[in-house]
């Protein structure tokens, strides 16, 4: 009795185990029943609230004279007393006969459940709680109309919208309602964004009665207006952008700037910045470019395209104008208020500054006018507008058959800069004198005057540490070193010579390498020969104007050898470190971390509302508690077989257990014979002897008690 008691004490935690590891199983299906349950009672009521026809008690998609005439049999039914509406019901019912009377919000409202005044129930309810009905002001909505025509915007419709992609600019296009209130609110806004996009982008505007269209663009979640925007070249929705942000100036013309047209910020610097971080910073070959705003708002699009576009002539800042730092700013570079821009060129040049606003024409017009120095550099990406160019490009035109390029060339040294300087003054020198009369032919700088006004005379100069090969083919001389090249020497000498072009004229100088590895082992000469002369002289401006002359006036009236060769290639040069430093650190918002979250909780806010959800979730508890059921039982059907196989050799077990008692406790045989050969020397590599190996008859000799002793 006393063991069968004991047996029997562990059936509880049994039990409870047991429960336990059956709720552990079906934790997932009760779950997915439990989320099934409460979106199909819960959120889906919620997500398809009654319909306003619904409040009226007609079908929905009525005609305005339906909602008329139900909206007239509740006002007699209330009049006459048969029903007393509380307040609530009649400021729901009112709402819905102001809204379906409505051209514009009805059929927003029938096509793509537009309610963006649904607001006004909230508030009616909070405002007239407790209240009669004669105490509420009628009416409840304000009607609001926009005509775009109006606002002189272009208008998009399914005919002309194919024809809009297929230009090279980006496509900004806003859906719009005449009956929304967003929508004439954001009117102004849009007539800002198109101004300051004009030049860089195309706009548009696409009314929700093009059903077609604004079905296949607009979105129900973030209502109207909805701005979608198509890169260039974009011709399908693929690579269309939706825009979520806020609706201002700023954020959208951003927006379009920075994920649309990949557009870089300009950064704004401040006084005690502005030279340590950028003047300094910006490299001395480009003009530096300096916007100062009265307002801190963001470089508008066209400049920050122009400043895409100039990247490798300019370098662009912001400045906030302040009235506090007005002197500062006029002593320094001349501005006498905002907005101004100011171009800053080489050291010794007064800056160029204009005052007032531009839009994007002006802009660029004052940007190819002031892009160079005033003595240009010659690099990779001027040689060719400079008309130093052995591959036939001059200024004057393609029918030039003889131009001229006088270069200056050097390391950055204090005798580059007075060189530079000399040079500066020539250029001015012969730039402002008047026009050539019969008289003034006679003068030593007529030839040179001659040249500079057919645009057939070209100064500029010439970095010779970055562009040392160059340097190098052209002052061939002993004391090359001193100019071109890495500083070897203490010496530094500025160097000038003259590159007399002669065009073949049955050379093809359009002609350009097809590919990289035409480029590559491209070995043919330049089709426009050179000849080289090298300034000797003093730094006297005369004396240098006058060498030019002469060189112009042999080179344009004798018969000169010309020299056919290959000239070595400009060497590209680096990127502003500042500029590029701005680009690679700016993130587009379609690529951040917090876009990617607002699109992730936008999806779950889409497929909140989706029907199919309940259903779905259902199927998956059902297919879910299925498995589990299945697996189970198959292991509890598994576990018994084998207990009742157990219990079936049970007795053949003791019956064999008490037949061989002692085999039990006797060693295995076969067992002891392994455990031998596994504790048994390997051997497998000395070699067998004869002495290894047992005759046949041999057997074990037993010796004598006295061979032992």
Same mark, same amino acid.
């Given at each position: ?103 514009? +919000? =009805? *059929?927003?409202?029938? $096509? ?7 607001? %006004? !129930?909230?508030? /009616?309810?909070? &405002? ?61 806004? +849009? =007539? *800002?964004?198109?101004? $300051? ?7 548009? %505007? !696409?009314?929700? /009665?093009?059903? &077609? ?497």
């Amino acid at each position: 009795m006393a063991t069968s008691s004991v047996s029997r004490v562990p059936a509880k935690p049994a039990a409870t185990s047991s429960l336990l590891s059956t709720l552990k199983a079906y934790f997932i299906p009760f779950i997915l029943f439990s989320t099934s349950l409460f979106y199909q009672l819960i959120v889906i009521p919620r997500a398809f609230p009654r319909s306003h026809y619904d409040v009226l008690g007609i079908r929905p998609h009525s005609s305005i004279e339906e909602v008329n005439q139900a909206y007239e049999k509740l006002s007699s039914k209330w009049n006459s007393g048969v029903e007393v509406p509380s307040t609530i019901d009649f400021i729901k019912a009112r709402y819905a006969f102001e809204l379906l009377t409505n051209k514009f +919000w =009805k *059929r927003d409202y029938d $096509l793509f459940s537009i309610d963006e005044q649904f607001h %006004v !129930i909230e508030k /009616a309810k909070e &405002q007239y709680v407790g209240g009669s009905i004669s105490e509420i002001t009628l009416p409840l909505l304000e009607t609001i109309s926009f005509d775009p025509e109006d606002h002189a915007v272009d208008v998009i419709n399914f005919e002309n919208f194919l024809s809009k992609l297929e230009t090279d600019k980006a496509l900004l296009i806003q859906i719009f309602s005449p009956g929304s209130a967003r929508c004439a609110q954001f009117s102004n806004k +849009w =007539k *800002r964004i198109v101004t $300051l996009l004009d030049g860089v982008a195309d706009t548009g %505007v !696409i009314d929700l /009665a093009d059903v &077609q269209l604004a079905t296949y663009l607009a979105e129900k979640r973030p209502g109207i207006p909805a701005l979608v925007a198509f890169p260039p070249g974009c011709r399908g929705l693929r690579c269309m952008s939706r825009y979520d942000g806020e609706l201002s100036v700023d954020s959208v013309t951003d927006w379009v700037a920075m994920s649309i047209l990949s557009l870089p910020r300009i950064r704004y610097y401040s006084k005690e910045s502005m030279a340590q971080d950028f003047l300094l910073k910006s490299k001395p070959h480009k003009v530096k470019v300096i916007f100062f705003s009265q307002t801190g708002e963001r470089a508008t699009p066209f400049i920050r395209q122009a400043a895409k576009n100039y990247s490798a002539y300019a370098t662009f800042a912001f400045v906030l104008w302040q009235e506090g730092e007005s002197s500062l700013w006029w002593n320094m570079l001349g501005v006498e208020s905002g907005p101004a821009i100011v171009f800053l060129k080489e050291t010794g040049v007064k800056p160029v500054v204009h005052h007032g606003y531009v839009n994007s024409s002006l802009f660029v017009d004052i940007m190819e006018k002031n892009k160079y120095h005033v003595l240009p550099q010659l690099r990779s990406v001027t040689s060719k507008e400079l008309g130093c160019d052995p591959r036939g490009f001059s200024r004057a035109g393609k029918d030039t058959k003889i131009w001229y390029c006088v270069v200056l060339v050097g390391r950055y040294s204090k005798e580059l800069n007075e060189m530079r300087e000399t040079m500066r003054r020539i250029q001015e020198t012969l730039s402002n004198d008047r026009d050539l009369t019969a008289v003034d032919q006679d003068l030593p700088s007529a030839p040179a005057l001659l040249a500079l006004k057919q645009k057939r005379l070209t100064f500029t100069w010439l970095d010779g540490e970055a562009q040392k090969s160059y340097c190098f083919f052209y002052i061939n001389s002993e004391n090359s070193y001193e100019t071109c090249g890495p500083m070897r020497d203490i010496i530094d000498t500025a160097q000038l010579f003259i590159v007399r072009y002669d065009r073949n004229d049955t050379e093809d100088v359009g002609k350009q390498p097809t590919s990289k590895f035409s480029e590559l082992y491209n070995v043919e000469t330049d089709p426009a020969a050179q000849l080289v002369a090298k300034y000797n002289g003093s730094n006297k401006i005369e004396q240098i104007v006058q060498w030019i002359s002469e060189i112009i006036k042999d080179g344009d009236s004798k018969n000169l050898p010309s020299f056919k060769t290959r000239t070595p290639e400009l060497v590209p040069e680096d990127a502003d470190s500042s500029w590029s430093s701005w680009s690679e650190g700016t993130v587009s918002p379609s690529r951040g971390l917090i876009h990617r979250v607002k699109s992730v909780l936008n999806k779950v806010h889409d497929y909140s509302g989706d029907p199919r959800v309940g259903p779905f979730l259902l199927l998956a508890a059902l297919i879910s508690f299925g498995s589990v059921w299945f697996k189970r039982s198959q292991v509890a059907q598994s576990s018994e077989a084998d207990h009742s196989s157990q219990k079936s050799n049970e007795p053949e077990r003791s019956n064999q257990q008490t037949r061989e008692p002692d085999q039990s406790n006797q060693p295995n045989a076969k067992d002891a014979t392994m455990r031998k050969r596994r504790t048994r020397p390997r051997n497998d590599l000395v070699p067998p002897s004869m002495t290894d190996v047992d005759p046949k008859d041999a057997y074990q000799a037993e010796f004598s008690d006295s061979d032992t002793g």
